[in-house]
């Protein structure tokens, strides 16, 4: 991974979290600080893009999705207030293993049945049962 290029001196990324194959809408900035990274880097202030920061090889297979936090830069501001943080260039490298996402599923429910849509025996023209 590799994570820099050119930017405003001090405004460069300090610190990385990656989280691995996390939900939609379970990491969003209001509460990525307080969740648990799969993996965490200190960055240094790259100007052109030639650090390359090595994962964790067991924690990124399957990988399907990434999120990127970026919490402070090296002027020490966490991205609150007046805090600008700027990222120039964000490359991964690995291999694609083919894997296809499960397919969504659309599923309709009926919240009050429709009497029209489900049809009786006699409706039918099949032979009542007389008791």
Known sequence: ???GGLTTAGAAPSRLNVFVNKAPGDI???NASRKTPTQS????ED???????????TKFQA????TLHFPRNFRGETGGGDGVT???FVGLRGEGTGNRRDMIVTAVYE???MPGDHKTVAEDGAPALGV
């Open 86 to 88: 700027e990222i120039f």
């Open 1 to 3: 991974m590799v994570i």
């Open 28 to 30: 969003n900035c209001d």
């Open 47 to 57: 100007f052109d893009g030639v650090l390359e920061y090595q994962t964790d090889f």
């Open 111 to 113: 919240t009050k049945p």
């Open 63 to 66: 990988c399907a999705s990434l």
């Open 41 to 44: 880097f200190d960055l240094a």
